[in-house]
């Protein structure tokens, strides 16, 4: 079995060829969080992934911070909300490079 490695385009973007592990993001939480993601830099030294993909800090671990995130005891719903409304665009933000933007229509979806 070949494990899939991401591969670099030629203006040296990190392209995932094989996204099918993403859909069980929302399905995590607390400690299975950690032990995904250490299981993921496992199988990425495996799959010949290279020395600065495995050091840059991912999408994926901002996200998963992101995920994880639990409202407050004192904290209001509508609150909560906007608090993980920014920490999703900051997510993304971090993560967008050379004046990338994300689509009209995703953008919509995220609010």
Known sequence: ???????????GADVLHNTSMLRIIPSLTD???AEFFS??????SLGNWSKPQ??????????????SAHQMEQESVKDFSVR?????????????ENGENISDS???RLQ
Request: hydrophobic content about 40%; some cysteine.
């Open 106 to 108: 995703f953008r919509a």
């Open 1 to 11: 079995m070949t494990l899939p490695h991401p591969s670099v385009t030629p203006d």
């Open 84 to 96: 993980i409304e920014g920490l999703a665009h900051r997510c993304l933000n971090n993560h967008l």
């Open 54 to 67: 495995m050091e840059e800090k991912s999408f994926s671990f901002d996200f998963a911070k992101f995920s």
């Open 31 to 33: 400690r299975n969080t």
């Open 39 to 44: 299981t993921l830099e496992w199988v990425g």
